[in-house]
């Protein structure tokens, strides 16, 4: 904590133990001395605050708060106070305080540099950028100091960045910002490198590109030294900006070629072909480690120009024979495939076989064994054979073998594998194998059968195989994201919690690649493992609005300038993120479904989570899919990669699947406030006005789940493939075809009927009562239905052969969320009925003669449905534990491995491993559900009148 | 073909390939990356291959008092993913950091490097660097691995003309010893 030096002031003596106590986490300690110290000093007012910090840090917030409104409200302009409150209520999350704080101070103390300072920062932080311009600008005033100016510059150029209206900021903020720049060029007060870079800024972003080159060709562009290569840099970009070609030709040669002074410019395609064929003949008579660039340079432009139809192509030679001699100088790199990959549409089909042949001559392989494979001599020729194996299947060439062929594939690929492992016997745990790559091309071909033939055997053997390598290079994160895809497709969550952790995944990554772990979590019924998922990435986004705030008043001080818009938007982009929304949204799922009327009330949960159903903060026309769709490596040819297409269909698919999602919780919400008796405090008038203004929220939120409901039967209608290392479907296509988002729907539907009977009372009902008779009978029908589609063996042993049906779990988890959404209208209907029941027993008490009178339809009716909801619960209950003993009852030991596949005794290990996860897992999943289950069907028995 | 830039916010979401799958050691969360930016952004520098592949990135800072002859370059982070090795990366990234620092007017440039890592020990050492001196226990243990020692290795500037910068402490220092 800060302003702790001066030992000279007594009251710093006297906070000193308080500060020392807050700096331990003694938060205690820290009150009570704080206490001692105002017994004898009452006007002190730091100690107030800093015993405010304590009961904020112990969870009183209230009691902290309250306290340091009461030194607020004195507008202290003691540092130490100022500095404490800032502190405080930055812990409190309430930046705008500060701000106030230092508005008084300021006033107070006009000439502060120090409070200027602090004001500047405090509206840095909240973004108010109008007020940053005038803070920066009185600052200056105060103290004239360059840096100030340009805080007030940069501020208008913010506020032409913010602005709604591109007009406002093209006619105003950024003329502005240039007029006071110019100003100081004029007087010739320039100083900084930071100012120049700032007036670039603002050049360009009003379109006055020749002007920004003359500045940066000028004297002033003399500054701009401490990026390499900035002038040119900021050249070349205006340049194309104004598609001054020549100039642009003509610096890039200088920049390419670094020992030239002025370089020829180059106008016609000849040239430019010629000056590619030069740079790789200079290169080729080189002594020192050949660079890949001019080769490179040459496939490239073949491209560009068969784009435009240049027949001047031919000039630069055949791209078979180019690629072979790539080939040939780069192969033994392991970059050699990712560079060729790009141009190999430069390539006719039917030369595909004719360049693999070819590639093969160009690598040194041993003497042909007693497998019929021969094996590189060391590390640099296997490198060369593993880029023509991954070149063969970027060609489709794989592809294009029959079950037979892949096998024997298989096999040739494994046995490259086993042998390549002796290069790495020194490698530390940390460093991958060289043959790592030829265990995951296996991998891919098993994959490849399974996906064709659908024999599940083959999934089993690649993840043996996986598991094997995994074994050798621990630290392969490609191993381990495929074998966690594969587990989530099996349905087998507990491995994937595992392996996700060892891949020690950071900050962004969270966002990146957090969809692999959060997309099946909860949809497997790992509800703990589910909610631990969310939380990794939840924290991540919520501490990201905090790290990003001090680092954008850090560019101010440091005058990065051009970096304060880049971190805007990267908070922009992780706020607007769609797997924020996700988590957000599906934590608070999960914590009703697994709580909601078990640990607590529904209402109070929705009151806990802060949820107002009306409140809708999901940015959905700016959603940003920051998703690494293409984490996974992949060889597959162009036409079975991911396209943009895909990326599209896999964004619109999950945003209205999130829509779905967040309808339903707000919809919860908005059931739960139903239930809340209106508060004495209100007046007869607005209670009457809150009832029906929750209930119009409810019809609103029912009828856009109902279009959005229809969107997404469009949608699933698509049916939309993605590629097997690509985007895992939402759960949408799923919730739809279980009936669960129907069932759902009907059930708070049934919520806004009930309400409707409340107003109206027993009797003059009777039509009312029978159409909520009638759904109760159609909601037990569409929950047996949905328990129907979950019945079947989730793991069995055929013909010696285990079998998956991981789908079923997935509707056992639909129909254990549609149970409880039930449930809960269920709870509201009870709330609903039971006073009415007791008015009516009133009313029989008095009439003692109509005691003959039946009991109203909706109450038997609600009886006979709370019976029947018991019994469907009961059932599947049933279900769970008739599952749980199945599967323990499956001995997996019992399977022979390994027949005709041409398995290892130790593959076979690996594989049987992986098949246990794969049981434990299950089990996991349908105890916790049953667990649920169970809980719930407790829950009803209060239901009962 | 490589295209060296500055490194942006928006490399953070690319960084799949290079940062975490590598196990690279150190645990930097964002702040550090951002504080890195704000201050001495052009010492953050990443390499981006033809098909848009991050291949590594340098990430170092400028510190060190100019009286007492310390003002230098660091090195705080060189890294290349695995298929981009063996290209001569990392000592492109390192010259451009180097000539930065000369730029700067530094007198040297330093970094740390596990004792452990023969690789990267081996690789400076090609570059010009030589052990200054080691400190103890520089690297807190993780991961179920002991603490280890760093050597912290330098190279002279032009600055330094009489390369006094770089004269060996025979003596290990602790990490509350350096600056």
Known sequence: MAARGHVQDPNDRRLRPIYDYLDNGNNKMAIQQADKLLKKHKDLHCAKVLKAIGLQRTGKQDEAFSLAQEVATLEPTDDNSLQALTILYREMHRPELVTKLYEAAVKKVPLSEEYHSHLFMAYARVGEYKKMQQAGMALYKTVPKNPYYFWSVMSLVMQAISAQDEKLAQTMFLPLAERMVEKMVKEEKIEAEAEVQLYFMILERLGKYVEALDMVRGPLGEKLTSELQSRENKCMMMYQRLQLWPECNALSYKLLLKNCVEGPVHTTVAEAVKFVVDRMEEEDKKDSRPLRGPYMACLELIHRLRQRGCPDEEELGDPLELMLQFFGKFGDKPCCITDLKIYLHLLPPEQHTQFENRLGELVPLGEVGEDGFGFPGDTKALQRHLCVCQLSRVLGLQHTLDTEGKLCLITELKAHYHYGLQFGKSCLKTELQFSDTYCLMVAHVYIDLWTETGDENMLWQCLGVLEEGLSYSPSNAQFKLLLLLLFCRLGAFQPVVDLYSSLDAKHVQHDTIGYLLTRYAGSLGQFAAASQSYNFSLRFFHSNQKDTSEYIIQAYKYGAFEKIPEFIAFRTRLNQSLHFAQVRTERMLLDLYTEADITSSLEESVKAMGLCPEEDDIPWDNMRDNRDLTVLFSWDPKDRELTEEHRRLSLEEESVWLKVRSLTLRLLASLALLGHAPSKRNSDKTNENGVSAKSSTLQTLLSQLDLTLQTAAQITEKQTQYPFLGPPSSRLASALSSGSCHCQASALQLSLTLQELETTGLDDSSELQTQICNSFKSLIVQLQELLSRCKGDVLEMKDSRLMTQPSLLETLVFFVETVCVVLWVASYSASVLRPLKSSLQKKKKKKTKDSSTAMPVVLSGFQEWTGSLQGIVTQALDHVKGQEASLTALKLAALTLGVGHAQTQEECGFTRAAMDKVQTSYLGSLQELGDLLRKRADSLKSLKF | ?179
């Not at chain 2, 310390?70 to 000592?91: D, I």
């Open chain 2, 1 to 179: 073909m490589t295209t060296l830039r500055a490194f942006t916010c928006d490399d953070l979401f690319k960084f799949n390939n290079i940062q975490a799958f590598l196990n690279f050691l150190s645990q930097y969360g964002i702040p550090f990356y951002l504080q890195y930016l704000a201050h001495w952004p052009e010492y953050f520098i990443v390499a981006e291959a033809p098909g848009g592949e991050l291949m590594g990135y340098i990430m170092g800072k400028a510190e060190g008092s100019v009286a007492r002859e310390e003002w230098h370059g660091h090195v705080t982070a060189l890294s290349v993913a695995p298929e981009f090795r063996r290209l001569g990366l990392a000592a492109k990234l390192m010259e451009m950091l180097e000539e930065i620092s000369e730029r700067k007017g530094g007198f040297f440039v330093d970094l740390f490097v596990r004792v452990s890592n023969q690789v990267a020990v081996n690789m400076y050492k090609q570059l010009g660097y030589s052990v200054y001196r080691t400190v103890i226990e520089y690297y807190s243990a993780s991961n179920g691995e002991p603490d280890e020692d760093a050597y912290d290795m330098r190279k002279a500037l032009s600055r330094d003309t009489e390369r006094k910068s770089i004269i060996p402490i025979p003596h290990p220092v602790r990490p509350e010893d350096i600056e």
